[in-house]
């Protein structure tokens, strides 16, 4: 079924967490260990502007449903970083927008050159840079479902889980689109299959990798992805994959996992006495 873009536009609407009672972290606080993770989450929601800048230097910006989904795109993770937020400043964790700056800026000349590249790939490749830009789209968005659930699965607070939960269901109307418009656009594309593996299975990391030290990475993967069950979520994230046009046996998050020494008998426990593998 096609992705009906007016609809999805005309429903954009802020992430809804003002019921939630924050306050009762105060009595419940969340471990050190989930605020470090809630705190990666948050950096990666909040830099997602980056990632818009740097996709309006190419080809993509050119399409009509891209960019009006790009648009609500940015507003609707820019609100998840804003409840993510909620909840660390709770715990006395500010994320303002010096910090973000400041991160930005030790970047350097990664963070400048990124839109530079990204404007180059896509002069070169042309109109089936849009296929890389879909497919990337959506291994990003599954595996920031995943996440969210993962994190909601293990973590036993309520309302940290509820919130989670909110986040990951209007996460997945980024799949929906993502995928829609990569299975359209690599079906129509040998080339474009062609560029969009190789790509994928060349360069594709975790979210948050271009903007968090490797230590952060390593960690906040090894929370919620370690053990089996992590595993076997991972391969459920590769068989997603697998299933467009041209991706067939694609597995970049098991190597992804693999390279950050994540295992399948490795276990990192969110809370004392909760096992990672639940």
């Not at 109307?173 to 593996?197: G, I, P, W």
């Amino acid at each position: 079924m096609a992705f009906d873009i007016d609809k999805y536009a005309a429903g954009s609407e802020r992430l809804g967490w003002d019921d939630l009672d924050l306050d009762h972290f105060r009595q419940n606080p969340l471990s050190p260990e989930s605020l470090r993770v809630l705190r990666y989450m948050c950096d990666v929601e909040y830099h997602t502007v980056c990632y818009t800048r740097d996709l309006l230097t190419t080809p993509s910006h050119k399409e009509g449903d891209i960019s009006t989904f790009m648009t609500m795109w940015n507003r609707e993770e820019f609100w998840h970083g804003e409840a993510l937020g909620a909840v660390l400043d709770v715990h006395g964790i500010t994320v303002d927008y010096d910090a973000l700056r400041a991160s930005r800026l030790k970047l350097g000349w990664r963070d400048r050159l990124d839109p530079i590249k990204q404007s180059m790939l896509g002069k070169i490749v042309g109109s089936d840079f849009v296929a890389v830009h879909m497919s990337w789209g959506a291994a990003n968005e599954w595996s920031a479902v995943s996440a969210y659930k993962r994190m909601a699965d293990l973590e036993t607070d309520p309302v940290l889980g509820e919130l989670l939960r909110r986040i990951a269901k209007q996460e997945t109307r980024h799949v929906a689109f993502y995928v829609s418009q990569a299975r359209e656009r690599l079906l129509k594309s040998t080339r474009a299959q062609k560029l969009t593996r190789l790509l994928l299975s060349k360069f594709w990391a975790p979210v948050g990798s271009s903007i968090s030290e490797r230590e952060d990475v390593q960690f906040v993967f090894n929370q919620i992805m370690s053990g089996p069950e992590g595993r076997k979520e991972i391969q459920k994230l590769d068989a997603n994959i697998a299933g467009l046009p041209g991706m067939k046996g694609l597995r970049i998050f098991e190597k992804a996992l693999d390279g950050l020494g994540i295992t399948a008998s490795s276990t990192a426990p969110l809370r004392a006495g909760v096992p990672a593998a639940v």
